[in-house]
């Protein structure tokens, strides 16, 4: 941890080396087409492990990111998809112009978890969504708190420390 990327070369080799011994999940995909992750993958103390995957086409996950207060669509949204609420195998883009995005090279008939974010909007967490049929997430427009901290003096306090608790939704 934290996850490691690296490149297949020309022959379609990839070695990642200085791998700490423990249990793995090891993904591959070019474009759109996927291979099946292999999870639970243990790896010993000085091993060699020797993988092969094999790619085909995966399943597109189309959507949309909409401002929940005025329907209008959000621009440079982070969507962010996987299989499982903390899986490792994330897919992430950005929203274009219009609001639409698309996560090519998916598991076909998967439920995902879909996250979006954007500046100025409250986090949408974990909507269900499925490669091949359309998703929506709705954004709310975020608030602000801000203010000063004074001593007894009405001087600024530098360094205060600020909690914000609750119960917003």
């Not at 249990?23 to 010993?44: I, N």
Request: aromatic share 4%.
């Amino acid at each position: 941890w934290p996850e490691r990327v690296v490149v297949c070369g020309v022959d379609g080799r990839f070695a990642i080396d200085s791998v700490p011994p423990g249990v793995y999940e090891v993904s591959a995909r070019s474009g759109g087409a996927r291979a099946e992750p292999r999870r639970g993958l243990r790896v010993e103390a000085g091993a060699r492990v020797v993988l092969s995957f094999a790619l085909s086409e995966g399943a597109s996950l189309d959507g949309l990111v909409l401002n929940v207060a005025t329907g209008e669509p959000v621009a440079g949204a982070r969507v962010r998809a996987s299989t499982e609420l903390l899986g490792l195998d994330a897919r992430t883009t950005n929203t274009a112009a219009d609001g639409r995005f698309s996560l090519p090279g998916l598991a076909p008939g998967s439920s995902l978890h879909v996250d979006a974010s954007a500046e100025g909007f409250v986090a949408a967490i974990a909507a269900e969504c499925t490669p091949g049929t359309s998703c929506v997430a709705r954004l709310e427009p975020a608030a602000s708190v801000a203010g000063v901290v004074l001593d007894e003096d009405s001087r600024p306090v530098a360094g205060a420390s600020i909690e914000l608790a609750g119960d917003g939704s």
